[in-house]
């Protein structure tokens, strides 16, 4: 009796267990998006994305992209005297200085970004942006003598490299590098270059809007980005669909100083040392976060009509450009629409 028991039950319990665990197992393969959620790193916040089958394996995957942009934040931070970058500053000038692969990266991809922007982007700009910087925390411009003396600071072709030996040298003293208009970017490819290393097929990282995606995303296999309303950074104007590419925008409502006033923003012209104004934001789609960064700060300054022409000579590169003075129109380059989920109502696409 008790015998015919146990086997009904058995013969219930069973099956029952095998479909359960069945499920189990489907269950623990299918495959999901995990979120770091937003940590605060190189001066602004970072957020990583995996498609993974577990949170464990996530976790780890999320936890080296995380270790690999504190690297970079830590060798680039040049409010730290103390890292790689400000110890190149005081020292270039005396003699060559040895330094890290992707210290001298950095500043090999940032000299050719110089010399595609004819000086738009340069990143001996530091003497300038410590102006800046004085400017947002007393209010007070700076004057023309500190301003013509940092002027003499700055200019890439003053930055001498050996490829071979992996040295950088500065032609002028005081010279001031700050790669705060690159670094994120190239910290993005870096993370996304380990996640694909390790075997993860789908990810996302974002640093402060520097954003790169690849695989599929969670938007029925794509990644959508919200492009942000300059005058209204709450509301989005459109959003973008990307699947293994970079994004990034520069803002002139993302950092400025305030004098009497008026708005000057952290994206300054190097030839004259002073705030651009033309464009409200500068949005760079292309395949490397280490190009959209660079080229939306370069596009920030050359304006429209030169940044536009810079954009449209260059292969899988398109963007999207916001005048100050009339936010609520887009001008795009021929080939952006192709990543504008919604058509926004104001677009003009350049001729
Ligand atoms: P982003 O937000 O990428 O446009 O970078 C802006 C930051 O880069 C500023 O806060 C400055 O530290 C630095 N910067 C400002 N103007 C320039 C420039 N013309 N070229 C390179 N870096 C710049
Ligand atoms: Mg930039």
Redesign the pocket.
């Known amino acids: 009796m008790e015998n015919k028991a146990v086997r009904i039950i058995f013969s219930i319990l069973a099956p029952a267990m095998l479909i359960g665990g069945l499920l189990w197992q489907v269950e623990r393969y299918k495959v999901k998006f995990f979120n770091s959620g937003y940590q605060e790193v190189m001066g602004t916040f970072a957020q990583v994305t995996v498609k993974s089958p577990g949170k464990l394996v996530a976790d780890k995957h999320i936890e080296a992209a995380f270790a690999r942009i504190w690297q970079i934040h830590a060798m680039m931070n040049d409010r730290d005297p103390n890292s790689e970058i400000s110890h190149l500053t005081q020292t270039a000038h005396v003699s060559p200085a040895k330094v890290s692969p992707e210290l001298f990266e950095i500043i090999a991809l940032s000299r050719e970004y110089s010399r595609i922007s004819e000086g ?4 001996t ?1 530091g003497a300038e ?1 410590q102006l800046w910087r004085q400017m947002k925390q007393t209010g007070q411009k700076p004057d023309d003598a500190a301003l013509a003396a940092a002027r003499e600071k700055v200019g890439y072709e003053k930055i001498i490299l050996d490829e071979t030996n992996k040295t950088v040298k500065f032609a002028v003293e005081g010279m001031k590098l ?1 790669v ?2 690159i670094a ?1 970017g190239y910290a993005v490819d870096l993370a996304i270059e380990l996640l694909k290393k390790k075997g993860v097929k789908s990810a996302m990282v974002d640093i402060g809007g520097n954003v790169r995606c690849f695989g599929d995303g969670p938007a029925g296999g794509l990644w959508l980005i919200g492009l942000q309303d300059p005058r209204n950074p709450q509301e989005l104007l459109a959003k973008l669909k990307l699947n293994d590419m970079a994004v ?1 925008t ?1 803002g002139d409502y ?2 400025f100083a305030v004098v009497d006033g008026k708005q000057y923003s ?5 030839k004259t040392a002073e705030s651009v104004s033309e464009l409200a934001s500068v949005t760079i789609i292309a395949p490397m976060a280490v190009r959209t ?1 660079a080229l ?2 370069a596009v ?2 050359l304006g429209a009509a030169k940044g536009m022409a810079l954009i449209e000579s260059l292969e899988q590169t398109e963007c999207i450009l916001i005048l100050s003075g009339d936010t609520s129109s887009l001008i795009q380059s021929r080939g952006a629409a192709e990543f504008i989920l919604q058509e926004p109502k104001n677009i003009r696409t350049q001729e």
Do not use: W
């Not at 738009?120 to 990143?123: P, S």
């Not at 952290?266 to 190097?270: E, K, M, S």
């Open positions: 738009a982007f340069d990143i700009v942006t700050d705060g208009a994120k990034a520069s993302e950092r952290h994206i300054l012209n190097p960064d939306s700060t920030s300054v």
